[in-house]
Each structure stands twice: as structure tokens, then as C-alpha cells.
């Protein structure tokens, strides 16, 4: 599984420490406010404990297989399956009398290889580089057969790349429906086109009904996850029967997420070595504005950029310029982004670089004694907030064996390394950052950060709901003229607003930081180094450093990203040291103010780092003996640089012992005005001593550390920080996620061209949901050919009570037979929709 990172969050690492979508397969998404909300959903009020850091003693970390998991917990042999099961695994945890988390932001899709017509390495055909092919995937998978046979029925068809349970749809949803609609399972219709594309490739089909080239079956090699909950190897068998049946040759290739990645994320496209992939991903927070997951998936300037198979995605001149213009917000209104983003959905299944098959719920059991607080996106293993809040009920202390399918899948590097979701569970414990998600609403409470300013530009859409934020409007935002806008690879030093402009300049978005005054005095890095300013700015090089020609460190792949966040951002500035003080400046704006608020904290996408462990990082790098990223290993036949494992070690600390023997400060006419030569001897001899206990380079902020990682048995032990500064109870008030449960009322029959009402009711356990929580409630009526006929909102009577009526005009577009009414609740506490329907025979 992989985690669905933001842009943003990974080349920038500017809003949160935080990814929004991850290869479990991993993702991080961005919220939506109503911009004319006052209302206030602040942090829970905590429980008290005098305990610092993380509640637990230490979590041995281990490989579980998904259908052990409640066999171990039952026999006290594991804690918690943080990972988590399918809907099918749902009656075995309730029958086992286990807690178990719930998990809305879990999705699947096939993913293809689009390199060709040819693979280069072995002249073999490709079919799926064809569009028109992997969009005729989407008639050829029954995704109804998926959802009951494989998921219980629990799951969600799911069409698109945006996840069904999340705002976006649910403000969409009529533009959703009519391209499932069009989409639906059709494999005759599939196998039509197919064919047609096939012979205009040059294939031919024997008398068997087999596809041939250069008189060799057309054989396509199907990567499928075995190491997953349970759900992958259904999935790829059935799609691998469906392709068989029109005539394909299937090998079959089950692996483990190790055995895969090397392939689909690290390999070449261009080899040949597989064509279809099983994936999944996991969004990391709930995702409030789904936007950037066009240009994420489906384009080159994606943050996964790094990887040679996003290298390899050619979308269309349209549809890359929407994925660029959603990602950034590139509208003043809504309207605008509403237009933008339903044309960039009808053009990503025209692409379908990806067929998403369904939206799934999971489900993290664990032992009765546990507690955790668990995101609604993001389940245990994915949330931000497991750390700080994963107990013993009965004890504070103790040690904790936490399961999951896998584990170190790729080398852990803070710059561009592993981005999956059973590696990124464990470094989440490690790492801190500047804001905290919440795991209900997905907005964001301060962590690091005291508070901060957000001005926006008049007239853009943007709204506040908690009151950390400060939201104010200005006319114009002109940024000042020594704000750093770009770097100078060569004179290593940042380049201003007045250098690279040569004129006043303005953005759409000003943010400010204020961090606490004693901040750089409380929090410690792992190695027991005092977080200082160097590691902000070094965070802030290394957005530009890496993907500038002039850099020893230059990486291609990163060019992209670094391009599209330069035709965006305008500038920042440090406005104090101490207490630190940040502004940034920038065109790109989010529709809350909570997610317009930029840290620079020294998260970098893949992992929190102090300046010194990237130093000898880079040293590695520009001798050209390691490399951060998949592509530049690749292509330039170096280790994926592993802070944790393999032959990585021994260079890196090679590059240490040569750092502190030169007490090195890299970028010295820069950092040098932040780092001393005594600073850095100490940083260098700190990190020496954590090499030798710890045995590896992974150094972080966050309530646990990385004590031990054996790679081979695929294990690991964190274990509390001592220095953590937060009380252990800081965020023990979460309580149960206030979902909405939604029943309609209505006749069973009504007449074509006259009026009919419906009856809608919405309660949470049993008593009314107020009507002040709720943003909106949406209806949409399709008629006997489930088509979309009308939308509207829906007016309240009372609390949990709301009326549709649809006057004769309205009834009069309806044809004879059964229609249907389907409601989507949207509230406030919970950014998690609700749907529900009605189907009635409508009558001439």
C-alpha cells in the first residue's frame, strides 16, 4: 500500500509533516471550508498526565500475514493489527470480541505501464500504452462483482480519483453519476475497442482467439500483491480472468510489496517487466480538496515524480494544464473550479493511467486493553496522531507488538525514499512537525507552531473554522523585496524578490508562523541536538538545491516539481529568528485557512530531518556513490541511499567522519550565518554517538525513536524520547467521530407532472444531528434510465428533519418506471458524507 503524497507536502514540505495519500501506495489531501463559516470545531479538551512524549515504554514493530492477525491478538501474541482488514475480515474481529479502528480513506485501482507501442528493452508489445485501451479497462471490470464477491459488499465502486466518501464527491455528484453511468461494465463493449486498437498496434489473433506479435502470444505480466488484507490477489485474478477471456495471455507474477517495488516504483517502465500492477493507496488525513490528486496520479509534476514510472506519464495538453491549475487553485470562484474539475475527470478515465476499481473501509483490530485514536481517512497506521495517543488502557509504560503486512519495502530517506505506508507507519512515531491533523474533520491544530496570520487576496474563496488561525483579506499582498524567491545553485546563496524580478511583486496568499519563544531551547532532535533555525533553512535549500542543473546533487526527476512550484510561489522570509517568525508568500491558495498555513518545518516529504544527517547525505549524493531518488539510482546505477540499512551505512558514515573532521557546514555563505564550527562539531559528535548505539542515520523530533531496524528479519524497535516536550495526554480528547446516519421517507409511487414530497432524516445514535453542524444537504433524482434529471439543496424544518419537495415541472422530466432520490449529508464535526437513497415507482 502506498501512501498518496500532496505536492506540496513533498517537494515543498512546507504545510504539515504531513502526506495526504500514501503507497500502501500513500496520499495528502487538502482541506474545504465553507468560506462564509464562523463556526468553531476546536481541539478537544485532554485528559491530564503529567508523563511526557509517547504513552508507551516501547512498540516492537514485526510482519504479520493479514489472516493471522486476530488468531495473535486472541492469543496475546500481538497487540494490534495496525494495517488493518477488509469488510470480508469484519465478522472475524467482531466474533473475536476485539476494538477495531474504522477506515474511510482506503482505495483501489490496476495500474499500468504506458511505455510503447514497444518496450524498448525487449521489442515486446505493450497494449496498455494505448489510452484508448486502458480506458476500455474500465468496461471490461465488473466492479459490482469486486464489491460483493471480494469486499462483502461493503465497498464502493469507485470510477474516479477522488475517494467517494470525501467533500469533493459529494459537491460532484451528479457529474460522478454520469460518468459511472457511461463507464459501466460493458466487456463487450471493452473488447471491441480493445481490438481495434490492438490491430491498429500490429497484433493479430490466432485461431485460438489468442493475441500475437512477431508470431510471439501477446503476453502481459501481472504483478499482484500477495501481502495486502486479503483483497489484492482476488482482485488481480479476476482482472487477469477478464483479460484471458479477450484473448491475452496473463502471467501471473504474485509477489510481496519488497518484491514488487523494486519494479513498478524503483524499475524502468522502459524494461519491460511488467504490465499491470494491483495497487492501493491510503489517504494519510481526510482529504477536504481533492484537486491535486489529478496531477498526483496522472502526471510527471506529481510529487511521486521521483519515480521512473510517473516519469513515463504523457498526459494530453489539457488535461496536464487542469492537473497544474486544480492542484494550485488557478480560479477566483468555485464555479470556476467545479467546471475545471469535472473536465479533468472525464479527461483522467480518457487517460486511465489508472482504473480505480473501489473506495473501501478498513479495519485495524486490536486487543481490548489498547487505546488509539484513529483518523476516519487514515485508519491507526496511517493517521499523524497514533503516536501520541496509542496505550495500554489499564497502565502507562509497557511494550506494545504492533503487526502489518510488511515492512521496509524501500530504503527510508527523509529527501526521496520509501513511500510506503507499512514504512511510513513507524516513521510517522519518529517525526513532528509543525501542525497536527485532525483525524475527524481533517483541518489542522497547532503542534509546533503558537499560531499564525493567513491573508488572502479579496475576493478569493477561502474561510476559517478554528480560532488558531487568523484569516484577514487585503486588496493586494505585495512581497517584500528581500523575500527569498529562488536559490543560486552555484553561489549557494538564496536569490530575492528584487534580484529575480527587478520589480514589485505580488501573491495571491500571505502566511505567517509564529513559533513558540522557547522552542529552540525544549525541542531536541533524537541525538540530543537542539532544533535550531539551520534546520529550517536547510529544508528550504533543499527544495531548490536538488533539482538545479548546477547542483553536485542535481536530479532530473525533480526538475518538474521544482518548475510548477516556482510558477506558483513568490517568496518567504525569515521575520525573526527568536522567537522564529516565517512568512511565505504565494499564488497557489487552498479553500481553508488552516491548510494556507506554510511551517517550513524540516519535514522533507519522505521523513523529518536535522541539517547534519542531510549533509552527509549529500556528500554521498554529489560523489555519486548513493542516491536519493528510484530514477537517479536507475539512471546513474548507484544505491537507493537507505538511512537505516545496507551498504548506505558504511557511506554515510564514511561522509560523517569526514564531516567532523572538517567540521563541515554545507552551504557556508549561507547556513554559515546560522551555524558555528563549535555547532557543528557538536552536531557531528552527537551523531557518531547515536550511529554507534543505534546503528543507523534515521534521527528525528517525534514522542518515539528508532532504536533498532532489522532489515532481514523485518522488525524494528521504537522506543520513547526523553526529550519529547509535550505532555502524553496533549491529544487524549478525541472522542467518537460524529457520523451522520440518514433515512428517507416518501410515497412508494407518484405521478409523473405532479407534485411529490419526500421526508429526509438525519441523527447521530438515535437523536436528531443538530442543524447547526450540518454544511448542506444535497439531493439528486434520477429517472428509470439512472439518468440525472435534477439536483438541489435541501431546506431544514427542525433539527435532523429536512423536506424535498419536487414541484409538477420537475416530476414532469421523469419517464415511466423506477426512479430514485439520493441524498448526500454533509456535516460539520466529521468531513465524512453520507449517503443514502430511495427508489419509487413513478407512474404516467
Known sequence: MKIRLSLLAIALA??????????????????????????SYNLPAPTRSPNRGGWLDEIIVSVVAADAAVAQIQRGDLDIYASGLSSADLPQI?????????????????????VGPTFPATGKLNPFSSAKVREAMNWLVDRSYINQEIFAGDGLEKFLPITTQFPDYADLADVARRL???????????NEVISIEMVNMGATKDDAGKWQFDGEPVTLIFLIRTDSDGTRVPIGDYAASQLERIGFTVDRKYRTSSESSPLWVGGNPADGKWHIYTGAWSATVIDRDQGDNFQFYYSSNSAYGFSPLWQAYTPSEEFNKLNDDLSYNRFITLDERRVAFARALELSLEDSVRVWLIDGKNFAPY???????????????????????LRFTDREG????????????????????????????????????????????????????EKADVIVQEGLPVGATLDWVNLSFEPEIVVPKDAWADWDAAAHRF??????????????VKSVVYYPADMLKTVKWHDGSNLSVADFIMGMIMTYDISKPESPIYDESRVANLENFLSIFKGTRIVSTDPLVIEYYTDAYQLDAEWNVTTWWPQYGYGEAPWHTIAIGNLADAAGELAYSADKADYTRTEWMSFIGGPSLQILNKYLLQADAETYIPYPETLGQYITPEEAAVRYANLKAWY?????????????????????????????????????DRWSGFGEPKIAEVAINGAAQILIGQEAT???????????????????VKYLLYNAQGEVVQTGLVEAVADGWYTITLPADVTALLSAGSSKLEVVVSPLPVTIPTFAAFEFLAAP
Not at 489498547?370 to 493517521?383: E, P
Request: charged fraction near 20%; glycine fraction near 8%.
Open 367 to 389: 486487543d481490548t486493553n489498547v487505546s488509539v485514536a484513529y483518523d476516519l481517512a487514515a485508519g491507526v497506521d496511517g493517521a499523524q496522531l497514533w503516536p501520541y495517543t
Open 180 to 190: 459511472e453511468a457511461k463507464y459501466a461494465y460493458d466487456p463487450d463493449k471493452a
Open 692 to 728: 554507534q548505539d543505534h546503528g543507523h542515520f534515521w534521527v528525528g523530533t517525534g514522542p518515539y525513536y528508532l532504536d533498532r531496524a532489522y532489515l532481514n528479519e523485518k522488525t524494528l524497535a521504537l522506543k520513547n524520547n526523553g526529550y519529547y516536550p509535550d505532555a502524553s
Open 94 to 114: 467482531q466474533a473475536a470480541g476485539l476494538n477495531y479502528s474504522k477506515q474511510y480513506g482506503l482505495f483501489y485501482e490496476l495500474t499500468f505501464n504506458p
Open 495 to 508: 536569490i530575492t524578490t528584487e534580484e529575480k524580478y527587478g520589480e514589485p511583486v505580488t501573491a495571491k
Open 14 to 39: 512546507v504545510i504539515a509533516c504531513q502526506s495526504a495519500t500514501i503507497n500502501i501506495e500513500q496520499k495528502t489531501p487538502t482541506p474545504q471550508a465553507d468560506p462564509t463559516s464562523t463556526k
Open 758 to 776: 419526500f421526508d429526509v432524516f438525519v441523527t447521530f445514535e438515535g437523536a436528531p444531528y443538530p442543524q447547526a453542524e450540518i454544511k448542506q
Open 398 to 449: 509497557g511494550t506494545l507488538r504492533w503487526g502489518q503486512p510488511d515492512l521496509f519495502v524501500d530504503p527510508w530517506n527523509p529527501v526521496s525514499g520509501s513511500n510506503w505506508a507499512f514504512d511510513a507507519s513507524s516513521q510517522r512515531a519518529t517525526q513532528s512537525g509543525g501542525v497536527m491533523a485532525d483525524p475527524f474533520t481533517g483541518l489542522f491544530h497547532p503542534l509546533r507552531i
